[in-house]
């Protein structure tokens, strides 16, 4: 498109007014009172230490991270960034998850249309189901590749031993959010899946068919399973499991960051 | 209280000799250059010839006051002790404001410097100071890359690879194999060879159990991989356990649940 010399004035105008607005806004009390000194959208924010520092210690990023961190435990080859894949993971599950929820009731007679519904009939219903299922395939290879780097590492050593055993925890914790979200769609793959699964834990010694029982609902897998299931998997297992890794992320940085070097 | 070094005992007595030498000759000059004295940790005596001759005249005309009965004779000698050129050290004498006349040094002074310690032979200085950055740029930038990359990469592969949505669920049809999350294939797995509850519930009870002592156990403090080759190896074999064991459930196991080549017989697979 062919510019006029008029039109160049024009831009250049709006481009003026566009950056004077900016700095209206930020200049403004409502936006100084959400960014805290030292935020990055602070008007007049420079590179510097002390910003650097304020940028951590200012925002809600202090719960999760120092100020400084070894300069080893930036390396990507070191952790492979598998802990916070999975932590990630489990952000965007609970947001694709809630999602999900709109569109779904727990009950034998309504799961599986409703999911059919989602994907045929809802805006990007499909896709967001879709996400959810493979985050949460990954998820579980995600922990578990973390458990492995973590051996590798000799992380569990002292003094970490015991943010190992709440790993482990949060390992099993991982495996139960999956296997209780395999359930709800009500499709033949879960019905028979959680059936093996089932009946696996019915076999546990003394208690056998209690556990299952009570895993159950009732003596066969069925509406009240769905909606027993449908409430570990999206209240009782993410309550308990955000607990355990916010113990996990204090006890990273109380036994003195990240382990290593090698 | 900390104990005295010997060292510096004997070197004070040193001093208190050469000081009392000083005084029987009778010339107590304070003009005497103290050249030939230790700097920072002499006892007091050596930095006798560093006091100004005004300060040693205030300080003998306040004792003088003080000798002659005036309640605040005290306050002169405080005065002299302040502007020491050695204040600031550890003085560790007597209290001088309060020192009877009997209790003064050689020269008349109220009070002495018995050491100066350095700060290292007293505090156990336990940080070793590590080379850090700022969370901020350098971890924070690299986590949002790599979360905008696992984003990405969900969000292309659900474009086009679609989760499995089977027909209803039916308790009168079950499908043949039937088979759980392929998490836990490795388990279904062991089912096939072994009785239930020592395949369901014991082995991976058991397997958990010790994965949560692993630190307990392992009691060899060291993390390089050269001094825990025993670790590595258990760990090791552990893994390549349930991972040969989740492949056979996964790809190996067909119809009955029995053994099938996947490139013969097809998959028998549904994530």
């Known amino acids: 498109m062919a510019r006029t010399i008029g039109d160049k004035g024009r831009g250049a105008h709006l481009a003026e007014r566009v950056s004077k607005l900016g700095e209206t806004v930020q200049g403004s009390q409502a936006w100084n009172s959400i960014f805290r000194p030292g935020s990055i959208f602070r008007k007049g924010y420079t590179d510097s230490p002390r910003n650097r520092s304020y940028v951590i210690m200012n925002s809600v990023l202090y719960h999760l991270h120092p100020v400084k961190v070894k300069r080893h435990a930036v390396k990507v080859s070191y952790t492979l960034c598998l802990g916070g894949m999975s932590f990630f993971l489990f952000i965007l599950l609970t947001v694709t998850g809630i999602f999900l929820m709109f569109f779904y009731r727990p009950t034998a007679a309504q799961a599986w249309d409703d999911i059919y519904t989602l994907q045929t009939s809802v805006t990007f219903g499909l896709l967001v189901r879709n996400m959810h299922r493979w985050a949460a395939h990954l998820m579980v290879l995600a922990v578990f590749l973390h458990m492995a780097r973590v051996f590798y590492h000799g992380a569990y050593k002292a003094p970490r031993e015991f943010n190992w055993v709440i790993g482990v925890i949060l390992l099993t914790l991982t495996l139960l959010l999956s296997f209780t979200g395999y359930l709800l769609p009500w499709d033949q793959l879960a019905l028979w899946a959680v059936t093996v699964g089932t009946n696996m834990m019915g076999y546990t010694p003394v208690f056998g068919s209690q556990v299952r029982f009570v895993l159950l609902g009732g003596v066969e897998i069925g509406t009240d399973t769905l909606l027993r299931w449908y409430v570990l998997h999206v209240l009782m297992f993410p309550f308990v499991i955000v607990i355990f890794m916010a113990i996990h992320f204090w006890r990273v940085r109380k036994d003195g960051g990240i382990s290593g070097p090698l | 209280m900390t104990e005295i070094p010997e060292h510096l005992l004997k070197r004070a007595q040193e001093a208190k000799d050469r000081a009392a030498a000083k005084a029987a000759d009778g010339g107590a000059t304070d003009a005497a250059p103290a050249a030939s004295a230790p700097a920072a940790d002499a006892p007091a005596d050596a930095g006798d010839g560093k006091i100004p001759a005004a300060l040693l005249a205030r300080s003998k005309a306040a004792r003088e006051k003080a000798a002659g009965g005036a309640p605040e004779g005290g306050g002169g000698g405080g005065v002299a002790t302040a502007e020491r050129p050695t204040a600031g050290a550890t003085v560790a004498a007597a209290a001088a404001t309060q020192a009877p006349p009997l209790a003064m040094g050689p020269e008349g002074h109220t009070q002495r410097l018995l050491t100066v310690v350095k700060a290292g032979s007293i505090q156990d200085v336990k940080a070793k100071p590590t080379d850090k950055v700022h969370t901020w740029p350098h971890l924070l930038v690299g986590e949002f890359v790599a979360s905008l990359a696992v984003t990405a990469f969900l969000l292309v592969f659900s474009a086009f690879v679609n989760a499995p949505l089977l027909t209803l669920a039916n308790f009168n049809l079950t499908p043949n194999p039937s088979k759980a999350p392929w998490y836990f294939l490795g388990l279904q797995e062991l089912l096939a060879l072994f009785h239930p509850m020592v395949a369901g519930v014991t082995i991976p009870g058991i397997g958990m159990f010790a994965l949560m002592l692993a630190p307990y ?55």
């Open chain 2, 217 to 271: 156990t392992d009691r060899n403090p060291s993390n390089r991989p050269e001094d825990r080759k025993f670790a590595i190896s258990l760990f090791t074999i552990f893994l390549m356990f349930w991972a040969v064991l989740t492949l056979m459930g996964s790809f190996f196991r067909g119809p009955g649940f029995n053994f099938v080549f996947p490139w013969t017989d097809g998959l028998f697979f549904e994530l």
